[in-house]
Structure formats: C-alpha cells, structure tokens
C-alpha cells in the first residue's frame, strides 16, 4: 500500500461523490431507456448467451427474426443453429463484463439500466485514476494533477458515456489502471506490478484490440529506455499469457491463426473503399455486414481492400490524413444523431447552440492546452512515456479506421499535458521559450494548435448544408443515420 495523505484522501472522496453524482443524474433519467445502435444490440446479444449457458454466441432465433426486418442476414454459409452463430467479430471482455451485470440483476428489461448503475461506478473512478497518473507523471506539480482530475470529473461525454452499452466504459478504465500499475513498477521496480501491467494491457486488449500497439511500445519503452529488460519480460508474459486462451479459441474455431477478434477484413474494407472517407459510413457498413460466417467476411473484406488500395495506391496518404482528422474531429456525431432522429424532441435554437457548445468545446480546448503542454514540458522519460501511449494508440486507426469517440480514451492523458499550461501559465511559456529546444518544442506545439483548428474549421464548413438542417426549424425530424 502507498500512503496517501488525509487532505488527498479527502479530495479524492469529494471527487468521486461529485463523479458519481453528475453521471447518476442522466441514467436516473433515462431508466426506461432501451438501446438503439448495432454495437450496442450485439454486445447485449453476446452478452445473454454467455449468460443462458450457450457460449460466445450471437443472433439466437429471436435476435435473428427482429433483426432480419432491418437487415436480410445470409445463413447460406453457414450450419445455423438456432442458439445461435459461433463468434469472434467482437473481443470477448465488455459482453462478459455485461453478462456478470445480467447474471447478478438478471435479463429482464431492467439489464440496461443496471448495466449503466455499474457503468456510472466504472466512469466515476477515472477522475481517481487520472489523478494518480497525473501526480506519477509530474510528481513536483500537485496543482496540475487536480486541474486534471476535474477535467475528467466534467468532461461532458464522460459524463454521458455511462448510458452507452459500449466498450469504451470498460476500455478507458483498463488502460488508465494498466498505465497506472506501469508507473508504479517504475517507481518501486517490483515485479507484481509489471505482471499487473501485462495482465491489465491483456484485458484491454480482450476489451479493445487495437491498444496491442500501444501496449506493445511501452514494453519497448521500458526495455530500451528504462533498461527494466526482467520488468519487460514479466509483463509481456503476462500479457500473452492473457490474451493467448482467446486467441487459440478463434483459431480452433476457424481452423486457421486467428487473433482477439476476427474484424480486420471488414475494418479495413471500410477504411479503403472507394467511396469511403477513412470512417465509418453506414451504407458502406452493411455491404459484408449480412455475411454471418466470420472467417469468410474476414477474408472478402481483406481481398476487397487490398484491390481498393492496388486500384489506387496514391489515394493512402490522403486517407491517413483524413483518418487523423476524424480521429480528432469534434464530438458531435452523437448528438447530431440523437436529435436529428427526434429522441429529444424539438429545442429552441438558444438551447440547442448552448447544447452544442458544451459537447464540442472541452475537447477542442483540452486538446490544443494539450498540445502546448507537451511543447511547454521538459522531456525526462516519463513524458517519452506519454508520448509512446498518445502516438501508439493513434497510429493503428490511422491505418484501418477512425471515429472522433475512439479518442475519449486519451482525453484523461490529454487532460494531464492541458493542466501543465494551465498550471504554469504565461511564466512558463516563456521560460520555455528562452532555450532553444523550448523554442523547437512551442513552434511544433503551435503548428499542432493551427492543424486542429483548421481540422475542425474544415469540418464544419464541409458539414455546413446538414448543420443548417439540424439547427433548422424541423432539425430534430432530419433523421440523419449514424
């Protein structure tokens, strides 16, 4: 045990009760709500399997008769059993997280609404979480690490996020405690927290599979950083050894290597075709969607792109660069489909530009603090560190596909770098600017601030013709898809 003493314990608390508070307040209100979006229906899907005793499995005879009104499922492939199909599209932790929900409050109609109470519990830990990372990260600023910490405390779609049966409510808990227990093995070089370290990247990895990169390049960073090569061997063990039943499972069942989850082809045909942009696109989802064999939309979404990208092999930059801008793009895809598809009911203008402001703002303003921050700090290795988690997890959305909310899961770091400006303000601009690396550092972070505004610039004037409609007099009856 660390001591932590009783004026931080008290902060702790009182951040906590406040997390809580403001994330039960939407899910009390909403303990009715039911569940509208695909991923949300297939984790619920998965989710009653596991606990009904028929394995990782999804669209049992049910499911299939409702969502055969939407979507004609092809079972032409397949032996169909009417438990359902065989699975590995989605990694195997957030259904299980919600089956031991449903297995303790049961699958009654209520399952969502205690699946989000325990959510709110999950969410209201990471201002905890965030506060622990910051203060381990920059030790000597104590002011910072609290401006942090109630960044995430308020941060509007943390806030939200607990209503959505997505994985990032799991996910972003287990990066920042793998992060966590990383740090905390630097500091007393104990081999229990790098086998923590590797345990809680492997269930990231099971939760999301696209934090391998960044997990993997901490390990590198402890190894040829940190020289901690005893500490890099433990935890990379232990996530092998994590992930490896899952991943022998999905090679059993497709009789070939199989990784977490088998969803590259269909990522990449998304992120690759023609007409898409480098995100996800709701008629371009559907075209391999049907196909419920897995193991054969894997390899027609794969064969379809690499003739997408042979087809025009210049076009990949381009859509790398889009990725990244939709990556970073602004947090509205959300509100814009759940108003536009009359969940609320019409909003006067004020409220609704007031709505907008306060969904589209903190990230644009956490990010570009962000970006001065990093120029702003001295780059010792535990800022290295933060910089190989940021770039780790970026890279592979750039290469497959990428969405604005795949970034909530760095807003905690970002929050972190932000509350460096913050804390040091104008002094410590310019302190940092008397030397030459600082002046390096600042001119990069300023060109970084320009990028993200004219991204976001772009964005909307790209998207000027439907905001128009939703801000409109009928804008809450546009019924944009997501």
């Known amino acids: ?3 932590t003493p009783r004026p931080t314990r008290k902060f702790l608390w009182r951040v906590f009760l406040v997390a809580l508070v403001l994330r039960l307040v939407p899910v009390l209100l909403s303990y009715n709500l039911g569940i509208g979006l695909d991923d949300m229906f297939q984790y619920d899907m998965l989710a009653r399997s596991l606990v009904s005793g028929n394995g990782y499995r999804w669209y049992a005879q049910d499911d299939l008769r409702l969502v055969q009104q939407y979507l004609p ?9 009417p438990r359902g199909v065989l699975t590995a599209f989605r990694p195997p932790l957030y259904p299980t997280f919600l089956a031991l929900v449903y297995s303790v409050f049961g699958l009654g109609t209520r399952r969502f609404f205690f699946a989000r109470l325990v959510q709110v519990v999950m969410g209201s830990l990471l201002p905890l979480l965030t506060f622990s990372l910051a203060s381990r990260f ?62 809680l990247a492997g269930l990231g990895a099971l939760t999301r599979s696209v934090i391998l990169v960044a997990s993997g390049l901490c390990l590198l960073w402890l190894w040829f950083f940190l020289r901690e090569r005893r500490g890099a061997l433990l935890a990379a063990t232990a996530l092998a050894v994590t ?6 499972r999905n090679s059993l069942l497709y009789h070939r290597p199989a990784g977490i989850e088998v969803s590259l082809g269909y990522n990449l045909y998304m992120g690759y075709h023609p007409q898409s942009s480098g ?16 193991d054969q939309r894997d390899r027609l979404g794969m064969q379809a792109a690499v003739v997408f990208i042979k087809d025009n092999p210049t076009r990949v930059p381009s859509l790398m660069v889009s990725k990244l801008g939709y990556f970073f793009g602004l947090e509205r895809r959300a509100l814009t489909y759940f108003y536009s598809n009359d969940f609320f009911g019409y909003l006067p203008l004020p409220i609704l530009l007031l709505l907008g402001g306060l969904v589209l703002v903190p990230f644009g303003l956490v990010s570009t603090s962000a970006a001065l921050g990093l120029g702003l700090v001295p780059w010792d290795r535990r800022v290295w560190l933060l910089a190989t988690i940021i770039f780790g997890y970026i890279l592979p959305h750039l290469l497959l596909l990428a969405e604005e909310r795949f970034h909530l899961v760095l807003v905690p770091f970002l929050a972190i770098l932000a509350a460096q400006l913050w804390d040091r303000g104008w002094n410590g601009l310019s302190e940092r600017w008397r030397t030459r690396a600082g002046k390096l550092a600042l001119t990069l972070a300023g060109l970084t601030v320009v990028l993200l505004c004219l991204n976001w610039g772009l964005e909307l004037w790209h998207d000027a013709d439907k905001l128009a409609l939703l801000f409109g007099p009928n804008g809450n009856r546009t019924f944009f898809p997501y």
């Open 1 to 3: 045990m660390i001591y």
């Open 73 to 81: 499922l092809d079972l032409s492939s397949i032996a169909y059993d």
């Open 138 to 199: 920059f030790p000597n600023r104590p002011r910072a690490s609290r401006l942090a910490t109630w960044v995430v405390v308020f941060y509007p779609m943390l806030v939200l996020f607990p209503l959505a049966l997505a994985t990032e409510n799991l996910f972003i808990f287990l990066v920042l405690a793998s992060i966590l227990v990383l740090l905390r093995g630097v500091e007393r070089r104990r081999p229990s927290d790098f086998i923590w370290f590797g345990l």
């Open 243 to 248: 992930i490896a039943p899952w991943i022998i």
């Open 279 to 294: 995100t996800f696109k709701y008629g371009i989802s559907l075209d391999l969607l049907p196909i419920l064999d897995d």
